[in-house]
Nanobody, 117 residues
Framework: VQLQASGGGLVQTGGSPRLSCAGS????????MGWYRQAPEGQRDLVAD???????NYADSVKDRFAISRDDAKKTVYLQMNSLKPEDTGVYYC????????????WGQGTLVTVSS
């Protein structure tokens, strides 16, 4: 499994960029794909994740502002970010969590989102 994230950049407060993470290899809809954020000098925290058969899961700080979706035919997960705030600044990583007997997590390379005030 390989993941390639894109869509980051410099955005003004209130902006609405969309991140994409294109996967390749054995990616299954029942396995979780998600986005994590690592703020400067911070830890990597869950932003949102999604899998078939359940509702998306969001961090409290992004509920009602961000929306995660995936296109299983394209093996791609998206993160629509709305009403961005300076505290949303960080490197955003996509992750694919192996399932169906595969106990391994796969990470994309990260894409930097900088929100200017």
């Amino acid at each position: 499994v390989q993941l390639q994230a894109s869509g980051g950049g410099l955005v003004q407060t209130g902006g609405s960029p969309r991140l994409s993470c294109a996967g390749s290899g054995s990616i299954f809809s029942s396995c979780v794909m998600g986005w994590y954020r690592q703020a400067p000098e911070g830890q990597r925290d869950l932003v949102a994740d999604i899998s078939s058969g359940r509702s998306p899961n969001y961090a409290d700080s992004v509920k009602d502002r961000f929306a995660i979706s995936r296109d299983d035919a394209k093996k791609t997960v998206y993160l629509q970010m709305n009403s961005l705030k300076p505290e949303d600044t960080g490197v955003y990583y996509c992750k694919y969590s192996g399932c169906l007997g595969i106990r391994e997590d796969y990470w994309g390379q990260g894409t930097l989102v900088t929100v200017s005030s």
